[in-house]
């Protein structure tokens, strides 16, 4: 019995078969201007009720296969830099701001919808009096259910 070699258009016939499976970046920041991320939570405020707002200073997106293993989506991680920051926030009229503060490096802020339908809020993150990060959000409220 011979050994035989691989056959070098066998292994660069697979390596360009692997290199033309489709590969995709991960969705970016999911503010307005794409710039921050932001948590709501809950997603569906009420009217009246408190909910939070959280702008993460680390997200990891990505890394995953989609459409049944058909295209990859990279992972990819987005660091912000909050550390010695102050938070400017301009709410729409029908959502009030309860509190801000600066919790495990992100930026955590309790508001409130005071009446329907919300609006978009925006927030600036300041350092020493320099902008350093901008962007906004739609915030929609929804009337108390019964």
Known sequence: MALT??????VLAALLLL???????????????????FRQEPWTPDVGAPFRL???????????????GLIYIRGKTYTYDFA???????PPPSIAVVST????????LS?????????????RVLAAGAERYADATFINCYPAAP
């Open 101 to 108: 503060t600066l919790e495990d490096g992100g930026w955590r």
């Open 111 to 123: 508001l409130r919808c005071d009446a329907e339908p919300g609006g978009e809020l925006q927030v």
């Open 19 to 37: 290199a033309s499976l489709p590969a995709c970046d991960p969705p970016g920041p999911n503010g307005m201007h794409q710039v921050l991320f």
């Open 54 to 68: 959280d702008i993460p200073d680390r997200v990891h997106v990505g890394d995953y296969w989609e459409g049944k």
């Open 5 to 10: 070699r691989p056959r070098p258009l066998g």
């Open 84 to 90: 010695g920051t102050t938070l400017e926030v301009t």
